[in-house]
């Protein structure tokens, strides 16, 4: 089994046992000084009881679906959608690994809708 | 060669012939029914003279660089660090390709930034 294949797997648990809200799970996918960075906020979570805590106790009643992943050896990205109640939203999110196919960082983007701007409509279409 | 390795290097090229505002080689990653789409405004970008006109069309004095890259057959994902002036922001792009290793399409993700919700102090740090 390649690398690729073990961070693969990992993340898939990953969400997987996120959407069970299966703690346990969770933790085993983590490596102990896992890192979890937010660029959009510029937060960042160290270790691996503070990520499952900022997760057990993230508000409302959120499910996911994997939408796309990507993965090479060490490296692994998702687009997972999460509704919430009515609101619908989507995360992108970056994984590495460490030796033993753990998740060793994670690096999460949650994109908003805006309005485009205006001067290319000749070329677009909305959906 | 995989396809794999051909849809990484398309896509290496595709943003080092925007960033060179070499259209032509540009247009030479793109299939010729190249689809785009920005999830945020819900628009859509359809053919290849579109896509390449919507990109050179693009205002300002933008400049970019790949961050990260993670290619598997078929499928890659850039994060690309862009600057215009003093203002910096991030891109996160979903490829798809074809037969020939040329892009098929694109999915592009703007985030940007907001200001953390309260209650997760304990958890984390600021950067």
Do not use: C
């Not at 409302?60 to 692994?76: M, N, S, T």
Request: no cysteine; proline share 6%; charged share 30%.
């Amino acid at each position: 089994m390649t690398s690729s294949t073990d961070l693969r797997k990992t993340v898939e648990s990953f969400w997987a046992t996120a959407e069970d809200r299966n703690w346990t799970a969770f933790a085993d996918t983590l490596a102990e000084d896992v890192v979890y960075t937010l660029p959009q906020t510029r937060e960042r979570v160290s270790g691996r009881e503070r990520y499952v805590e900022f997760n057990r106790e993230y508000p409302g009643d959120w499910h996911l679906r994997i939408e796309r992943i990507v993965a090479e050896p060490g490296q692994v990205v998702t687009w997972v959608h999460f509704t919430v109640g009515l609101d619908e939203m989507y995360a992108i999110s970056f994984f590495t690994g460490d030796a033993e196919g753990r998740v060793l960082t994670v690096t999460d983007f949650w994109p908003e809708p805006y309005e485009p701007p205006v001067g290319r409509e000749h070329l677009v279409e909305r959906y």
